[in-house]
């Protein structure tokens, strides 16, 4: 499988937005290992008050960009292919490698906690088989993105199918129009406030949900699926019209000042959100700040990206291109070192940087082997090696 060549049809600055988001996947797990109050996979001793602020701001961004962007990229395939096509895509390019990668992945990221917590064989196996056959949680971890993805994805296809047979398609046309050019004239104000509201609003759906349906609110992650919807609803309304867009990425001094005021507001409360003992009407009030900054941020970002990565490069296709595998992976390798480096007792930036370099590096050693392997890439794709010349969709 070869990365395909470059296309003067192609949204190059979206390339570089994805790239740029795959590369601080491996650094914000890195950051989750030393955070204040640990709790995560594997966790040190010396938390580090540095490495959870810059982790905290890792996370304000990473999740809404890669949900808008999959909304984003989705309206361009389905004005392409069509509504079924795309779903079926969907469906298999997402759904086949979340079984068949997990059957490979998994085992290798509990043999890496196995031996976090145990030296000894004996205990190294017995921790080994409970975590793999008797913990349901072990399965997902860091694929609750691609599930929750799914979810968005099907709940689009319902609601459009619906509106499709309850409603003319002029007025179904006439309404996507309305909403497209509200958010052309004033996308600060009008989307600000969306997420404004919706921060709370989506708290108290996950709340509702989770009180009527508890395990399928759990099971199918629910949770993120709500908070997150929006995100991946505006990039399908921007992908649909370029004029919508480049007024949602045209910044003026007030989102520049927001932008600025969010950061401060949201690095404060991170890590104080993340030690134990957090209310829930706390949590509902974080959300009121998280929302309106992660997309005043998302805006920033592929602001910038547009104004100075939209040009073809192949190194920015070759990343995108490796971002599914690399996102699939990664959690393995970076579980090993962070149960190797953490028992040195390295000064936390030391450690944190050297297990970012040596897990990025093997994703992309992990990424060449896929790409020349059928079955690697059905496995880690979903689907089978191209031809040269064919347009290689990024998958949201």
């Not at 909304?71 to 997402?94: E, H, T, Y």
């Not at 209310?279 to 941020?297: D, G, K, N, Q």
């Not at 393995?332 to 040195?344: G, H, Q, T």
Request: proline share 4%.
């Amino acid at each position: 499988m070869q990365t395909p060549p470059l296309s003067p049809e192609r949204i190059n600055y979206l390339d570089a937005l994805r790239s740029l988001m795959l590369l601080l996947i491996i650094p914000f797990h890195a950051t989750e290992i030393y955070r204040l109050s640990g709790g995560w996979l594997i966790s040190a001793n010396e938390q580090d008050l540095g490495l959870t602020v810059l982790g905290s701001i890792i996370q304000l961004i990473r999740r809404p960009i890669f949900f808008f962007m999959s909304g984003f990229i989705a309206a361009s395939v389905l004005l392409r292919k069509g509504r079924d096509v795309w779903m079926r895509g969907r469906l298999l390019q997402i759904g086949v490698p979340v079984v068949l990668s997990s059957l490979i992945l998994v085992p290798v990221e509990n043999a890496a906690l196995a031996y976090d917590s145990h030296l000894s064989d004996a205990h190294f196996m017995a921790t080994w088989k409970e975590l793999t056959f008797q913990y349901s949680d072990a399965w997902i971890r860091h694929r609750w993105f691609l599930i929750a993805l799914l979810n968005m994805i099907v709940t689009y296809y319902l609601l459009s199918l619906g509106a499709s047979r309850l409603f003319a398609k002029g007025q179904v046309d006439s309404a996507v129009a309305w909403v497209t050019k509200a958010v052309r004239r004033m996308p600060t104000l009008l989307l600000f406030g969306l997420m404004l509201i919706w921060g709370p609003l989506g708290a108290l759906l996950n709340n509702l949900l989770h009180t009527l349906l508890p395990l399928f609110n759990i099971v199918y992650f629910m949770n993120t699926t709500i908070l997150y919807l929006p995100f991946f609803i505006v990039g399908l309304v921007l992908g649909n019209n370029r004029d919508a867009a480049t007024a949602f990425m045209t910044l003026s001094r007030l989102d520049y000042i927001l932008a600025a005021v969010v950061m401060v507001a949201y690095c404060s409360l991170w890590p104080w959100l993340r030690q134990s003992g957090t209310t829930e009407i706390e949590r509902f009030l974080f959300l009121v700040v998280e929302m309106p900054a992660s997309l005043i941020w998302l805006r920033l970002i592929a602001s910038l990206c547009r104004r100075f990565l939209d040009y073809p490069s192949r190194f920015w296709r070759y990343l995108a291109a490796a971002s599914y595998t690399v996102y699939l992976c990664h959690l393995a390798y970076l579980l090993f070192f962070a149960a190797l480096f953490v028992r040195m007792g390295l000064n936390p930036w030391v450690a944190a940087a050297t297990i970012t370099f040596l897990s990025t590096g093997l994703c992309f050693l992990t990424y060449e082997l896929v790409r020349r392997s059928r079955t690697l890439t059905f496995i880690f794709n979903g689907r089978f090696p191209v031809k040269a010349n064919a347009q290689n969709i990024v998958r949201g």
